[in-house]
């Protein structure tokens, strides 16, 4: 079984709560672009992965923050 939301089912959220949901999710969809850029600029600091690791608190792997480093290195533009 289907279910489909119309979007006459969000008829009683108030355009404040809606702003506000719609403004969460973009900075929700943006975060990953947001947290590889400011690795990419720790790592043109000089910023060493595993230190970079625990400033983000795990969020990301050793092994991920390492390899955008590394990437990043190789290609700065890109």
């Known amino acids: 079984m289907?279910?489909?939301?119309?979007h006459a089912t969000l008829t009683g959220?108030?355009?404040e709560t809606r702003d506000a949901l719609s403004a969460a999710a973009a900075a929700y969809r943006q975060a990953p672009a947001a947290l590889?850029?400011?690795i990419r600029a720790?790592?043109?600091?000089g910023d060493r992965p595993?230190?970079?690791v625990k400033a983000i608190g795990h969020v990301w792997t050793y092994d991920y923050v390492a390899?955008?480093?590394r990437e990043?290195?190789?290609n700065p533009a890109g």
Do not use: F, G, P
Request: charged fraction near 40%.
């Open 72 to 74: 990043h290195r190789r």
């Open 50 to 52: 595993a230190d970079i």
């Open 13 to 15: 959220v108030d355009e």
């Open 67 to 69: 390899r955008l480093v």
């Open 36 to 38: 590889k850029a400011a």
């Open 2 to 6: 289907t279910i489909a939301l119309e």
């Open 42 to 45: 720790a790592a043109d600091r």
